[in-house]
């Protein structure tokens, strides 16, 4: 059964930072995981915020690059932090963890198939005031 379990939410003021921290429980054979973070506030759609592709390779949303960080020296398979500085009000949502499992490609290199998350956290609360 694959899990995602979200933490490090909380309540900061305005310039504040927080760290939140996904940790994916599934068979431990797997060598790779596509893996994001999004999120959702009040009244809005669930937006993407950043993600860490099968070459590890990461993006980031327009709305938080410079301000949020997944960092590649980081890297665990089966687990993926969001470093998120210079929070504002506007970042105040919900933050999931989502993943999906990467293909292999005939050159043999692992790619995260497009389309829709497949395993999803509970979320954690941010909330910036």
């Known amino acids: 059964q694959v899990q995602l379990v979200e933490s490090g939410g909380g309540s900061v003021q305005t310039g504040g930072s927080l760290r939140l921290a996904c940790v994916v429980t599934d068979d431990p054979t797997v060598s790779e995981h596509c893996m994001a973070w999004f999120r959702q506030a009040p009244g809005k759609a669930r937006e993407l915020v950043a993600a860490?592709?099968?070459?590890?390779?990461?993006?980031y949303s327009h709305s938080v690059q410079g301000r949020f960080t997944i960092s590649p020296n980081e890297y665990v398979k089966n687990k993926l932090y969001l470093q998120m500085s210079s929070l504002q009000p506007e970042d105040t949502a919900i933050y999931y963890c989502?993943?999906?499992?990467?293909?292999?490609?005939?050159?043999?290199?692992?790619?995260?198939?497009?389309?829709?998350?497949?395993?999803w956290g509970r979320g954690t609360q941010v909330t910036v005031s």
């Open positions: 860490r592709a099968a070459d590890r390779a990461i993006s």
């Open positions: 989502a993943m999906k499992y990467p293909r292999l490609s005939y050159g043999g290199n692992w790619y995260c198939p497009s389309g829709e998350y497949t395993y």
